[in-house]
């Protein structure tokens, strides 16, 4: 069974740094593009970026440009979303995905291309 296991959420005042991990098992994430999209509390899921197994590139939304990384590391088959000067309308549920259709990423993402989601991990930012 395919499961994504999302952490490293947490409580962080504005300004901070939080950095959420997506782990795998059963399968090999380098394998596809992974999403990381968020839910805010009475607001649709969005997107926030998408990395692409073929080169590394990533694309993400443009009000976390310049703040938020994501990045890979293959070895140990994780993949990861570096947020810095975190704002408090960050605060949302944040979610790991898997799109199995494609290696690389498209924007903004279709949600329904991902097959496999993580069980969520909270990010709050107070100001």
């Known amino acids: 069974q395919v499961q994504l296991v999302e952490s490293g959420g947490g409580l962080v005042q504005a300004g901070g740094t939080l950095r959420l991990s997506c782990a795998a098992s059963?399968?090999?994430?380098?394998?596809?593009?992974i999403g990381w999209f968020r839910q805010a509390p009475g607001k649709e899921r969005e997107g926030v970026s998408c990395i692409s197994s073929s080169d590394g590139s990533s694309l993400q939304r443009d009000s976390v440009q310049g703040r938020f990384t994501t990045s890979r590391d293959n070895a140990k088959n994780t993949v990861y979303l570096q947020m810095n000067s975190l704002k408090p309308e960050d605060t949302a549920v944040y979610y790991c995905?898997?799109?199995?259709?494609?290696?690389?990423?498209?924007?903004?993402?279709?949600?329904?291309?991902?097959?496999?989601w993580g069980q969520g991990t909270q990010v709050t930012v107070s100001s």
């Open positions: 059963t399968f090999t994430l380098r394998d596809y593009a």
């Open positions: 995905a898997a799109n199995l259709l494609r290696s690389r990423c498209t924007w903004p993402p279709v949600q329904h291309e991902y097959d496999y």
